[in-house]
């Protein structure tokens, strides 16, 4: 395979606007359906043809016999067919011009010797009709800037800074909710499977090229051309953050990446290098690839790693603290100018010299404006980590109860969206990053809701939020050596 | 103070039948009245005396003045007053006779000096007294075998086996719902404040004679009495495990935990030391403290370190491989035997070696009866690692949908029920642990949901099954050594 990027057609892919889902049926239990479930439910605004070789309507929309058989310019054909189906459907595809696909059915390289051979000849027939494909063996394309969602998971956010490659499907779909659930929101997201055609380097410099995507996250159990990732990755990574996570460089996770996406793996250390070389940060979990992207997409990269705690709980402040040096993070005593200027604000029960323990607070505001304004205008402080911001959560359980709740659950809500704007637009004024740590789910805390919303990371356990900070750190540093 | 253990007032405590609620008011804004409300709401069926210098009635219950008012013995006397009033209610409990006090009231040796002083004070008092208690600044008590939540929290969920032992009120409250998402589910919790009577080696004590609790938790910012703690631990961990995280020992840390709880600390070096000789377990995050304890206080501990994968989902397979051999656990390739009984279970893109790829499911049973069976039954298998159970979570948000959801979700829910029970009885049947991975939390899946409800520990990720299910073989490695 040539070592050399040249046209990349994932921009057209992502923003097709005329699609053929070639095996969708009415029988809901088809993978081929599901993809078409999703992209329906998902809002989709182009135009979707369904072919089957019987149903004449599928969902509501009229079916056709064949590609060929589509009254209009058909832009990415997603297949979804028997394995042994699939060569007819890409000549099919050739003859009527469609120059784009993903191609989703399974059975191919990742089962041995006589499916790679079978993979081979679907390549080599693609490029005879000049056609190019994700796939095959993959789980399909989000891109929620259009509303298109043709995987097998619904995802119902909206669109995100983050943009996903993965060489494991499981790693796009059945994270949605999870992801969700920590108010993580894609740009784009793709899963390469056995990458016949277009593989994690052409994915990594569309995203790299796409403005809608701020940072990257690549769940990688093999490169099959380490020298374009190489010069592709090290030539967007000091513009756009790129993070990686490797799995395969062990004895059994190699024998588990060979069958699910014939990946040929390397030792770990074979990676880590080559990720070094080429400005790539390399996560060890896959909760740290995403959270690390996601706090490299939405916060500013701070200029050192002199870290300010600001909490109203002294077990999480401690946590704070240990975990910052843990992770090589100054979390420093404060200036006395500084120190002054906070004293006032914290009551004597508490601590203003960094950590800020307010032990209690009755003025949202107090954590919200005053004190992390006053932090962040202080130049021996480089980044700002919140724990334990919460208004609605204390009364869960008590919403509808008047003998406990003096302010109803609406008002309650409705009082914390202005501070809670208020913080997420801090970073961009003092162009320092805030991360918080909270155990309280959006599902039950508005704060955690609103901020998340607000593209401010708020993770579940101090550790997961310094471990972010760590990286945006870290990634100040990959920047300013480049 | 004596490195003893004497006389344990602490199954008295979390037993006591009536307990005075010193400081509750009508005022909902107090700490005093927020415990009152989550000890009545939390169905407590004791009898409860609100004690108030000007309330006749608080909450629906009937106030005294002094505790001196109450017309019955008096088990327990809950203080949560200002500071300088602490004293005047102890004495008026030493005069009424009451032996045992929780005192929520801050201000003492976590303030500096003066209030160390005043700490010793009501220490002295106590004592005269004999009156034994936890705290001050504390944050409660729960025992969910008696619908007892004296906390700044509710607490929903029912009992569990695991016993929490914590320095900051935070990680006993503020993590209720966090932990309720996990499934995980206190025996007791407890939070000790500054220690001034009752400290962490009592508590530890109590919980290694309760046999409700099966596993301990400790998060510990400074330990007051290393022999005695060194000497109680030893003798519970061989018989039931101790997990601890310490926080503290690095410059911010300590500078944190001296505010927070007066605590003085060392190292972590020699924590980790200290640790180790006692037999228990040191976890170095929050979450990594209440998984492995969960893990522990549900699962049998494993003969060895061999652990098969069983899963529907390549990446995972991938990532928990990975995830084993980092934690040094062994994915051996199944016997020959083995391999036979399974393959005829796998579709042909799948892989039945270890780990196990279904690649899809349509039979529930496959993953929750047949195939785990087979598996555990193998003598050269230690532990099983699930991932990837789902019925309800394909179809979020597709629930009232006919046209994508032939089976309705109550029926679908009901089908799960017999196969998530069957699966959780298997780690007794077998005496092999049991851990499942899941991207699906108990609020959109009702496998996790039943597994959770049901002891089976469901985490949110490939690497978090693993690091606990290495915590169950390190754990055994520590009683066979012992």
Redesign the interface.
Known sequence: MAEKISFNPLPEIFNAKAIAMVGASNN?DTMGSVLL?NTL?GGFVGRLYPVHPKEKEV?GLKAYKAVGDIPDVVDLAVICVPTRVVPDIIKDCGVKGVRNAVIIS??FG??GADGKKLENEILALAQTHGIRFLGPNCIGIINPYRNLNMT???Y?QGPGPLGLI??????VT??I??LE?KGIRYSRAMSVGNQADLDLVDCIDYLGNDPETLAIAI?I?GIKRPRAFLEVARGISIKKPIVALY???????A???A???GAICAPNSLYSGLFNQAGVMEA????ELYEWAWALATQPIPAGRRVA?LTQ??????????????YDLK?P?FSPELQDRLKPLVP????Y???V?L?YFRDIALMTDKMPRLILEDHGIDGLIIH?L?AT??L???EADP????VNMEQLTEMMKGPSKNLAQLPKEYKKPIICST???R??EVITKFLQDDDIPCF????KAVSAMAALCRYGEIRRRA
Request: proline share 5%; hydrophobic share 25%.
């Open positions: 809901v479930i439910k969902m399974g059975g990742e089962t097998t998971f619904p119902f993965s060489q494991s499907g499981t790693y059945q994270v909710h999870y659930q769940y159990e799995v395969g460089g062990t004895e059994a996770g024998r588990s990446s069958t699910h996406t060890h979990t896959i909760e705690i709980s002294g077990g999480p402040a401690a946590s704070l603290s240990d975990a910052c040096e843990k979390v005593i004597s029960t508490g601590s010299k960094n950590p323990d032990t334990g919460m959560s204390w869960r359980g008590y003998e406990v709740s003096a155990f309280m789910g599902d039950i579940y356990g101090p550790e």
